[in-house]
């Protein structure tokens, strides 16, 4: 029953996710490069550890808008459900010509289940960070955010995995209340080498709303993926 109907729910992904991105006021449009290196590790059963380092290049590929370093503990709680927790270390570039530090802490609730030959990942992640603690009047106050990311793989029992995701940004402690304020929409395809190597390569549009001047990001990534 789900094979027949998925066309139909491929389509209407599709269409919403255009809808999504229809440039609705004026807005700025760049390039950017996403590259990364992910390093995973079993500690004990069920529970991994994982470290991240990446580097995010925009104005048009020329610059290093921001690069960090994040580490996490993921715990596998059964088949079809995940517990993970992270920090994150950033630096990002600011128009004044400095780059911004940046403390993150998330906690996400993963959930799973395969609908061969297909598999459905969700993805609740809270976040708060911290910018520039001591540097500026705002400093130190914290940004929260609820991050929901729904993810379809299609497993062709091959070395490469077609994925496509669509993720949507809930800022918690705005003065106005918006049920999103960015929205992250990916095409991509996992090949796997070897078991222990991996290689990510995607497309992704990154748009902001709701904000007068909205940004759009037109992003070519490419992450590494090594499991000891």
Known sequence: MFRKEFPLILVLALAAGVFLHIPLKA????AGLWTSVKIETKIVKKLNASIVQEFRFYENITELGAY????????KINKHFQVEVNYRFTHKRKVENYYSIRHRFGIDLKYSNKIKPFELKYRARFQNQYED????????????YLRN???LQWDLKKAYTPYVSVELFSPLN??????????RSIAGIEYA???HHKLDLYYMI????NVSQPFTYYVFGI?????L
């Not at 807005?27 to 760049?30: E, P």
């Not at 960090?68 to 715990?75: I, K, N």
């Not at 603690?133 to 929260?144: C, F, K, L, P, Q």
């Open 193 to 195: 080498f070897t078991k």
């Open 223 to 227: 992450g590494y993926i090594y499991k």
């Open 149 to 151: 990311k729904l993810n």
């Open 133 to 144: 603690i001591g540097r500026s009047e705002d400093g130190g106050v914290a940004e929260y």
């Open 27 to 30: 807005q700025v449009n760049d």
């Open 68 to 75: 960090y370093t994040e580490a996490g503990l993921d715990y």
């Open 206 to 209: 990154h748009k902001e709303v």
């Open 174 to 183: 705005y003065p106005r209340f918006y049920a999103f304020d960015n929205i």
